[in-house]
């Protein structure tokens, strides 16, 4: 029976329905007919009006000019209440109310033209990219003795056509909808009362299938629903407690897993990569979408790591190695494979940690070249020390001129072991970021003249030239200490490398304003000496590096001295590079900022 009247209604609704909506279309579309017939009637009589009162005062219209038929057109205008067009016989337009004629295109294709020239009258509706309307046009041809001269046309907007068949149709569709409300209200009354409870019971389980588990089912009745609905009750309060839990533990780990330095890959028992963090996306160059869901053997990865998942699922324990990864680029990592059991024992798949040791590798490499290097710039001092104090004690104590000699020697040698020493300790504190610099500004022409001015001795006792080019208003904001040390070390090594005779230049000139980090200053120290090996050229900043060791040694050099450089100026936030040309000189060329933000 419920089903019965249901579908009766339903039936009652659409008959109804059916019967109100193809009356009002037909009631639509005789109004539409009816008004735009009137209006065509109406326009006609305007043109003819307006034809027959324009020739009796002026001859015939297409006899006038161009700039009379725009004229007229406008003034026609006024009185029609609508858009008047005046058109020649080959469809050029002569005049026009609203628009100028030179810039309209030819109407000899028009419908309404080609209608009114076959008919005697013409009409159209179309819409207008002018007025962005649709318009209703109606053309009359203008004749003398039987022959076409133009054309006449009125165009007029459907708005107010369009407006009375809008509200027929909002009038259409209440009616209906209120059809609609008094057939459903009538007809599902009764089936209401019966299937409330249960609707609401079924619309509570969907809204806990989609994982909604605040919806609850409100029924008092003590009956078998009511008991239903009390029981999907407690079933979502279960359910929305143990689901928070798990989302506070999916949260915790998924934070764990993508803030982990070392990337993390989980296989299940089939090889397929179920799970793969951030850190090993960036590690193995693919993304997890790449990933997820292959089995491991079939990605692009080192032939040993796959031999190593392979071991630890036919070994099934854990195994930890080193292996070198190309891609994206080389690296070193420590890869650990741990297998994973479930309660029974049984094989559940595996986790691959990879940490980047890289750093560290390349670190304790560093650390130990540089006690190596240091070892044996200590070794060289120390053994001159002892070896001419051994001479002294077993008896060149007793020639004064050896004695001097070797007391000069063992002089020398600790004041090289002292510089060395210092050097050390100051390179030491720049790495650390523990050498404060307080900037300034700096007056380059007058600041790099006193240098000049402290190296000239020493460029003088090799008969070197020395040279400066430096605007006079150049200025630049440094630590004038750590500058004035940086620029006298380039200077000293041009100097020592520079055979007698020889020229050192330094030049300063302002950088264009272009770069990202606004303007800055360049400073070039070029000399004629030696030259630097092309293959030397990009280890010269490396500490203890020696282009010619013998000559380093010969000068007092610790051959930290550049490498302290480029320390200082990376503190300045610039650059310092290198161009050489063996057995022709170097240029040295230091970039600072203008101002240190």
């Known amino acids: 029976m419920k089903q019965f009247r249901t579908r009766l209604a339903l039936l009652f609704i659409a008959l109804i329905g059916g019967s109100v909506l193809a009356a009002g279309?037909?009631?639509?579309?005789?109004?539409?007919?009816?008004?735009?017939?009137?209006?065509?009637?109406?326009?006609?009589?305007?043109?003819?009006?307006?034809?027959?009162?324009?020739?009796?005062?002026?001859?015939?219209?297409?006899?006038?000019?161009?700039?009379?038929?725009?004229?007229?057109?406008?003034?026609?205008?006024?009185?029609?209440?609508?858009?008047?067009?005046?058109?020649?016989?080959?469809?050029?337009?002569?005049?026009?109310?609203?628009?100028e004629p030179s810039i309209m295109d030819n109407h000899s294709n028009r419908e309404e033209i080609r209608e009114a020239r076959e008919n005697g009258i013409g009409y159209s509706q179309r819409y207008s990219d002018t007025t962005n309307r649709q318009m209703l046009y109606v053309a009359l041809p203008i004749e003398r003795d039987g022959r076409i001269l133009g054309?006449?046309?009125?165009?007029?907007?459907?708005?107010?056509?369009?407006?009375?068949?809008?509200?027929?149709?909002?009038?259409?569709?209440?009616?209906?909808?209120?059809?609609?409300?008094?057939?459903?209200?009538?007809?599902?009354?009764?089936?209401?009362?019966?299937?409330?409870?249960?609707?609401?019971?079924?619309?509570?389980?969907?809204?806990?299938?989609?994982?909604?588990?605040?919806?609850?089912?409100?029924?008092?009745?003590?009956?078998?629903?009511?008991?239903?609905?009390?029981?999907?009750?407690?079933?979502?309060?279960?359910?929305?407690?143990?689901?928070?839990?798990?989302?506070?533990?999916?949260?915790?780990?998924?934070?764990?897993?993508?803030?982990?330095?070392?990337?993390?890959?989980?296989?299940?028992?089939?090889?397929?990569?179920?799970?793969?963090?951030?850190?090993?996306?960036?590690?193995?160059?693919?993304?997890?979408?790449?990933?997820?869901?292959?089995?491991?053997?079939?990605?692009?990865?080192?032939?040993?790591?796959?031999?190593?998942?392979?071991?630890?699922?036919?070994?099934?324990?854990?195994?930890?190695?080193?292996?070198?990864?190309?891609?994206?680029?080389?690296?070193?990592?420590?890869?650990?494979?741990?297998?994973?059991?479930?309660?029974?024992?049984?094989?559940?798949?595996?986790?691959?940690?990879?940490?980047?040791?890289?750093?560290?590798?390349?670190?304790?490499?560093?650390?130990?070249?540089?006690?190596?290097?240091?070892?044996?710039?200590?070794?060289?001092?120390?053994?001159?020390?002892?070896?001419?104090?051994?001479?002294?004690?077993?008896?060149?104590?007793?020639?004064?001129a050896i004695a001097k000699q070797f007391l000069q020697i063992i002089y020398d040698e600790s004041e090289r072991l002292n510089r060395l020493i210092g050097d050390i300790l100051e390179l030491s504190k720049i790495e650390s970021k523990r050498v404060p610099l307080q900037f300034s500004p700096v007056h380059l022409n007058s600041f790099l003249g006193k240098l000049m001015e402290i190296m000239q001795p020493e460029a003088e006792r090799k008969s070197i030239e020395l040279s400066m080019y430096v605007n006079e208003e150049l200025y630049l904001e440094a630590d004038e200490d750590r500058l004035g040390q940086?620029?006298?070390?380039?200077?000293?090594?041009?100097?020592?490398?520079?055979?007698?005779?020889?020229?050192?230049?330094?030049?300063?000139?302002p950088i264009p304003g272009d770069q990202t980090d606004g303007e800055g200053v360049r400073i070039v120290i070029t000399d004629t000496g030696i030259g630097i090996p092309k293959k030397d050229v990009p280890r010269i900043f490396e500490r203890f590096y020696r282009v010619d060791k013998a000559r380093s040694r010969s000068s007092g050099g610790t051959g930290l001295g550049l490498s302290i450089v480029k320390h200082l100026v990376e503190l300045h936030r610039g650059t310092i590079r290198v161009e050489s040309d063996l057995g022709l000189g170097s240029r040295f060329i230091l970039e600072l900022p203008l101002i240190q933000n």
């Not at 009589?45 to 004229?71: C, D, F, H, T």
């Not at 009375?164 to 009362?193: E, M």
């Not at 750093?359 to 650390?367: G, M």
């Not at 940086?486 to 000139?509: D, F, H, Q, R």
């Open 151 to 400: 054309f006449a046309r009125l165009s007029m907007s459907l708005e107010e056509v369009e407006t009375a068949i809008a509200t027929l149709w909002w009038g259409l569709l209440g009616g209906l909808l209120v059809v609609f409300v008094i057939a459903a209200a009538a007809s599902f009354r009764i089936a209401h009362q019966l299937t409330r409870p249960l609707d609401k019971i079924t619309r509570v389980a969907q809204q806990i299938t989609n994982m909604n588990y605040k919806s609850r089912v409100y029924i008092r009745n003590k009956d078998e629903i009511g008991q239903l609905g009390q029981a999907i009750n407690t079933m979502a309060d279960s359910l929305h407690v143990q689901m928070n839990r798990i989302r506070e533990n999916e949260a915790r780990l998924s934070s764990v897993l993508d803030n982990m330095v070392s990337g993390v890959v989980m296989i299940d028992e089939a090889g397929l990569i179920v799970l793969l963090n951030r850190s090993a996306e960036v590690i193995l160059g693919y993304s997890s979408r790449e990933l997820i869901g292959r089995r491991h053997d079939e990605v692009n990865q080192p032939i040993e790591l796959t031999q190593l998942i392979q071991a630890c699922m036919d070994r099934n324990e854990r195994i930890r190695d080193e292996m070198n990864f190309y891609f994206p680029e080389e690296r070193l990592l420590e890869v650990s494979l741990v297998p994973m059991l479930q309660l029974d024992q049984e094989w559940a798949g595996l986790v691959i940690v990879l940490h980047d040791i890289t750093a560290i590798r390349r670190l304790e490499k560093v650390r130990s070249e540089f006690v190596a290097n240091v070892s044996h710039e200590l070794k060289t001092p120390v053994a001159a020390v002892k070896g001419f104090a051994e001479t002294l004690l077993a008896g060149a104590m007793n020639d004064p």
């Open 25 to 99: 279309i037909f009631m639509a579309v005789m109004i539409e007919r009816s008004k735009v017939s009137a209006l065509e009637e109406s326009m006609v009589r305007e043109i003819r009006i307006m034809m027959a009162v324009v020739e009796e005062q002026n001859g015939s219209i297409a006899e006038l000019s161009a700039a009379k038929q725009q004229e007229l057109a406008k003034y026609l205008k006024s009185s029609a209440g609508a858009r008047v067009t005046l058109i020649d016989a080959e469809g050029k337009v002569t005049g026009d109310s609203d628009s």
């Open 486 to 509: 940086i620029v006298i070390n380039l200077l000293s090594n041009g100097i020592n490398y520079t055979p007698e005779g020889g020229k050192v230049k330094v030049t300063a000139m």
